[in-house]
């Protein structure tokens, strides 16, 4: 018998009428003769009303408590999903992470999953029950209640689907599944059937927020296919798999852009060996992320010009540590918010030659100005003014047939 | 070292600033070189939320979901007090039931506890800890959640003080401890200082809110001291011990009146054997608790008159059972929305000769005429007309000497 693993996200579970539909969903699985885990966040809107109360008890609420805390929102979820099911006559109970259990490893409220007992959930679902396992969330070698750092859910979906060896590990959320682009930004974006870890990966990092870069990481490592779909509609959505699955011939996946982007030049900068150094390392201290880079050659043989990208929001924090830094010399800095990272993603590029080139080519006939680039082996990004990133997008959307 | 359990209901926790309030209680006790165990409810209206997303969910939702839902209540409020205290510099943290592990019996949604693991929170208490646990929770012996029917955190606070032989079990609440009678009805009502178990049972089963009448029972069996006080007032509360420890010479510790009764007379029954069982068995089996019953003397020979109390809510379904029940014969059913019962409590009366006398005489001077008596060995009530309830608690709260 197949198993597969379903995900439910926060606005999926969002009301009552929406837990419903969810039941309606899972009760078609186990129609169609498959073996079903579920997986539940909190009902939108309760976790953050559950942190926001601990703010106001601490600026610093102690982390265990934090997750005993929030932990909560799942498992009220799981019961009242439980419990629909069971209305409609099926097997099926909530099962809590001690329960199980899932044995998470690493400090509260950035733990990860380390190993999940099958046993339980095995005699479950062989007695032909479905489980609704309280996503986000583990207990730690001392028997606390853990919560799941980065990818939540997510993270727990794509880890049952590994210790169950699932066919398919689905994520029902409020999207229709992967775009070639933003949607919002561009009507002629399409929603992509299937699309690599790789790939995904690089659409997850540059700002597409169906899911967390480190679920898709997880799933990559361990050859677990996700499907991201809408809990809301029926159309199939976005297949997540190994390029080896893929057949097609298509160069380039999707666009990306980002917002809210800042340049930061700073000029006349003495080239020596460990200038660069000196620059990054405080502004990583600060938990400021720094994204492109470029320094030119030095045009006058010891001096030169670095520039870099950061979010806007850094801007004031970068500039204070760079002009507080006495070891730092240069003689100006320049600031540009005006400024948006542009990429286009896709295995293909691996194997077609001129992809470089027909982007900027496609840049320039629209006289789009490249500030920075940088590349990975599947991906080039650019970056240019803020206010060409429409029509930037609209060309490389049709340069590179994604119209369809 | 002396140890104390703190008990504070939902009301007490109700918003943030009442849970900074509650971890100064606890931190006084602290410094006061105690040991402590807190129980919390879950924070007022949490529960009633929960409870209704059930009833949305299905009329008949699940017990063993409903006590995983509700049960989340109180692990919520746990953490946010544990996280105050740890805010303070103060060694705590939240236990759940199954952490601990409270073990209960009985079904779902109205379970009992049956033992307390007492080694780790014993650990916990030899390190300095404040243990937080969730009240009116436990697990069964199949690892599900349960929660307790009748008590509820009440329930856990007696169960802990009597597992940890605490010196006393101190129930935090919004109202600063047992009165003589209703303030909101009688102005000159006290504050009592100590009752007795059995008093303050039949106090709480005639109508006073403070406690549910099995928690005192429970407390009665166990010998466990309970105060009960405000949360919002350094004023002492009520306590409730054994009758020994009471010094004074108190006659009626205290006067309390139900609202909403209807008395039903069912006039020319015939008087042989099994038919007041006739009449009660189908009532009972419907859920309808009758409370005080008369049958006169038969003033014909073959007939008599019988005379019941019972709620107003259940006037008409009483009717119907009364009605359609073919083998219920009799004259006429008389119905009377419009009486109160009226109970004078206190120990003092089993040594005191001629109370009965004196509470009747006190009606009679008000021409309040008594409609029906009934009495225990520590309480006689009776029942007036609504209409003379203030006059009658008024004068007997003065007779008594409850005014001091």
Same mark, same amino acid.
């Given at each position: 018998m197949k198993l597969v693993v379903l995900k439910f996200g926060g606005t999926s579970v969002g009301t009552i009428k929406k837990i419903k539909i969810v039941a309606n969903i899972i009760e078609s699985y186990k129609k169609k003769k498959f073996q079903v885990i579920v997986i539940s966040s909190a009902m +939108?809107? =309760? !976790? *953050? #009303? $559950? /942190? *926001?109360k601990s703010k106001k008890i601490s600026k610093n609420f102690s982390l265990s408590e934090y997750d005993t805390l929030v932990s909560t929102g799942e498992q009220a979820a799981c019961s009242l999903i439980a419990g629909r099911l069971i209305e409609k006559g099926i097997l099926s109970r909530s099962w809590l992470a001690w329960q199980i259990p899932i044995i998470t490893e690493g400090a509260h409220k950035y733990s990860r999953i380390s190993r999940i007992n099958r046993t339980k959930i095995r005699g479950f679902l062989k007695k032909g029950g479905i489980p609704i396992i309280s996503g986000f969330q583990g207990i730690n070698k001392d028997g606390r209640v853990t919560t799941i750092g980065r990818g939540g859910s997510d993270a727990s979906a794509i880890m049952f689907a590994k210790f169950f060896n699932a066919q398919k590990c689905?994520?029902? !959320? #409020? =999207?229709e599944g992967v775009y070639t682009t933003d949607p919002n930004k561009l009507k002629k974006a399409k929603k992509i059937k299937i699309i690599s870890y790789e790939e995904m990966l690089e659409m997850a990092s540059l700002g597409a927020k169906v899911m967390q870069p480190i679920s898709i990481q997880d799933a990559r490592l361990n050859r677990i296919n996700i499907e991201v779909k809408s809990t809301f509609s029926k159309k199939s959505g976005t297949l997540i798999t190994k390029r080896s699955n893929i057949k097609n011939n298509r160069i380039i996946t999707g666009i990306s852009f980002t917002q809210n982007d800042a340049k930061i030049t700073l000029v006349g900068v003495k080239d020596k060996p460990g200038v660069a150094a000196s620059i990054f390392k405080p502004l990583s201290k600060n938990s400021i992320n720094v994204d492109m880079v470029v320094q030119n050659i030095s045009a006058y043989g010891k001096e030169t010009d670095l520039t870099f990208t950061i979010k806007n929001e850094f801007v004031n924090k970068t500039k204070k540590i760079i002009y507080e830094n006495k070891s730092i010399k240069f003689r100006s800095l320049l600031i540009n918010k005006n400024v948006s990272k542009v990429s286009i993603i896709g295995v293909g590029m691996i194997t077609t030659p001129g992809v470089t080139y027909r982007m900027f080519q496609t840049l320039a006939n629209n006289k789009i100005n490249i500030q920075v680039i940088s590349t990975s082996e599947i991906k080039i990004s650019v970056l240019i003014n803020k206010n060409s990133v429409? %029509? @930037? /997008? @609209? +060309? $490389?959307? %049709?340069?590179? *047939?994604?119209? %369809?």
């Open positions: +939108s809107g =309760v !976790t *953050n #009303d $559950l /942190i *926001n689905i994520i029902y !959320t #409020d =999207v429409h %029509k @930037a /997008i @609209a +060309s $490389l959307h %049709k340069e590179f *047939n994604l119209n %369809k």
